[in-house]
Nanobody, 122 residues
Framework: QVQLVEYGGGMVQAGGSLRLSCAASGGTFRSDAMGWFRQAPGKEREFVAAIGWIGGGIYYDHSMQGRCTISKDNAKKMLYLQMNNLQPDDAAVYYC???????????????WGQGTQVTVSP
């Protein structure tokens, strides 16, 4: 059974950068899309970015467009999210997800990682 494991979270000062990684392991990876979502305390899980695993179509949420870059390495079954100019409002648990199509809706993703915490100090 495929599992997703995120890492790379941590604490940064406002204006800083982080690169999140997500590794797919444990089985045959068949998903056609992967995405990043985030959830802050007391808030709903929200879309950050998504990418087509084969076709490579890329979509960003407006809140982070221009400040983040999603990328992948098919051979290594890795997904990445480079985040720049982080602000306190970006603090959240960031989740990696896989699903059958590129989408900004969490309900369209069928496999989730456990999340990695991102904290941004003023």
């Amino acid at each position: 059974q495929v599992q997703l494991v995120e890492y790379g979270g941590g604490m940064v000062q406002a204006g800083g950068s982080l690169r999140l990684s997500c590794a797919a392991s444990g089985g045959t990876f068949r998903s056609d899309a992967m995405g990043w979502f985030r959830q802050a305390p007391g808030k709903e899980r929200e879309f950050v970015a998504a990418i087509g695993w084969i076709g490579g179509g890329i979509y960003y949420d407006h809140s982070m467009q221009g400040r983040c870059t999603i990328s992948k390495d098919n051979a290594k079954k890795m997904l990445y999210l480079q985040m720049n100019n982080l602000q306190p409002d970006d603090a959240a648990v960031y989740y990696c997800a896989a699903g059958p199509k590129v989408s900004g809706l969490a309900a369209h993703y069928t496999l989730w990682g456990q999340g990695t915490q991102v904290t941004v100090s003023p």
